[in-house]
């Protein structure tokens, strides 16, 4: 079983990046999910969530611009990150429970990240 998070990279301020943290082994489906980050020198921040009925929340500073979402077929969870600002930089990172084929509910299971840089 494993999270695999792809499409960080550089973009310029006011751009926009498309997150994806896909799950891959024996997994059923994805019944909560949530991205973090870690900027330098701060504490990872988590920034958005998804639950089981689709509920989501999301830290303050990225209300409105980021959205996330999920594709149940494809077991992967997504980021719209829109109206990038140079404080969005960091590592991306998913986490999720995740229910495995077998009716095992694995939790709280970390990804490998993706970069996000926001620079002109």
């Known amino acids: 079983v494993q999270l695999q998070a792809s499409g960080g990279g550089l973009v310029q301020p006011g751009g926009s990046l498309r997150l994806s943290c896909a799950a891959s082994?024996?997994?059923?489906?994805?019944?909560?999910a949530g991205w973090y980050r870690q900027a330098p020198g701060k504490q990872r921040e988590l920034v958005a969530t998804i639950t089981g009925g689709s509920s989501t929340t999301y830290t303050d500073s990225v209300k409105g611009r980021f959205t996330i979402s999920r594709d149940g077929a494809k077991n992967t969870v997504f980021l719209q990150m829109n109206s990038l600002k140079p404080e969005d930089t960091g590592l991306y990172l998913c986490?999720?429970?995740?229910?495995?084929?077998?009716?095992?509910?694995?939790?709280?299971?970390w990804g490998r990240g993706t970069q996000v840089t926001v620079s002109s």
């Open positions: 986490n999720a429970d995740l229910l495995t084929t077998d009716w095992r509910t694995l939790r709280d299971y």
């Open positions: 082994g024996s997994i059923f489906s994805i019944p909560t």
